[in-house]
């Protein structure tokens, strides 16, 4: 009962920005986590970044400094602000939402940085 719908991702050069977007709907409580992974080419899903229920927010190593997850809209949208962009970043990234003991996952969007 719970949707995600993506937005944003394409196709940037090295160093350029993007932000991706995932709105959440369904009925649901404000007492969730969301969050970002990725899945490179011939990779397994990874983890990018998290904000947890307190607000506090969590990235993976290869992105600190770099990226910068944020929610609003009354926690129902999350962002993936993603600067300096590298060739390595090349993945479809998907939004996640935990709530309810069960995760909730959005289609995908591509992201491919050139270089």
């Known amino acids: 009962q719970v949707q995600l719908v993506g937005s944003g991702g394409g196709l940037v050069q090295a160093g350029g920005s993007l932000r991706l977007s995932c709105a959440a709907s369904?009925?649901?409580?404000?007492?969730?986590?969301m969050a970002w992974y990725r899945q490179g080419p011939g990779k397994q899903r990874e983890f990018v970044a998290r904000m947890l229920r307190d607000g506090s927010t969590e990235y993976a190593d290869s992105v600190k400094g770099r990226f910068t997850i944020s929610r609003y809209n009354a926690k129902s949208t999350v962002d993936l602000q993603m600067n300096s962009l590298k060739p390595e970043d090349t993945a479809v990234y998907y939004c996640n939402l935990y709530w309810a003991n069960y995760d909730y996952w959005g289609q995908g969007t591509q992201v491919t940085v050139s270089s």
């Open positions: 369904g009925r649901m409580s404000s007492s969730n986590v």
